[in-house]
């Protein structure tokens, strides 16, 4: 709950002709950060930190359910470099992510764009980087019905490199399921594979 005097400069910047509550708190935000809100630089900032949120979470991947019928058994696929952004959930702040996804097709193949589409869609929202893995690697097998499936991410986290000890790190966290979760020779073809992207 906002102390008085916050609500009292809250109802302020609230235009109560009905403005979009996320501009009511870009414009709370940068008053309480000692910002002057009508300035030049600033009077349209409100706006765009509505839009940019909206943009953000109300992304739209497109169809990520394209299917091919595979022409051989028991091949490993690998798809590496997908980039991404995403929000940690703890401190709003940005996250990005390269991720590698692979898995052995069970009769049907996944669109190659398929797989950004689908990282795309998990990153669009607060999360944090094991959970985004995980989702992933979910949506995958439940796309393709393939059991073996692998997702590595590697992410840089704002919330570590610009606050707290401010230190630049590189986290990397995985989802191994199927015959990727053990010790074993698709694991190793997988780990090969991964030196070489």
């Known amino acids: 709950m906002f102390n008085t005097q916050v609500d009292d400069r809250l109802l302020d910047l609230v235009d109560t002709t009905g403005t979009d509550p996320l501009e009511d708190l870009a414009r709370l935000l940068l008053t309480e950060i000692g910002e002057d809100v009508t300035r030049d630089g600033l009077k349209d900032t409100p706006a765009r930190y509505a839009r940019w949120w909206r943009e953000f979470t109300d992304y739209d991947p497109g169809t990520v359910e394209t299917l091919f019928e595979a022409t051989s058994t028991g091949q490993l696929v690998l798809v590496s470099g997908i980039e991404v952004w995403s929000l940690c959930e703890h401190h709003l ?3 990005n992510c390269t991720l590698s996804i692979a898995y052995r097709p069970a009769g049907k193949l996944l669109g190659l764009s ?8 998990h990153a669009h929202r ?7 893995v995980s989702d992933i690697a979910g949506d995958i097998m439940r796309i393709t019905g393939a ?3 692998a997702v590595i991410g590697n992410g840089e986290h704002l919330c570590m490199t610009m606050r707290g000890i401010r230190t630049a790190a590189r986290m990397t966290s995985s989802s191994f399921n199927g015959a990727f979760a053990e010790e074993g020779p698709a694991r190793s073809e997988l780990f090969t594979f991964l030196r070489g992207a």
């Open 93 to 95: 702040l940005p996250f």
């Open 114 to 121: 398929k797989f950004a589409r689908i990282a795309h869609r």
């Open 126 to 132: 607060l999360q944090v980087q094991e959970r985004l």
């Open 147 to 149: 059991e073996d499936v």
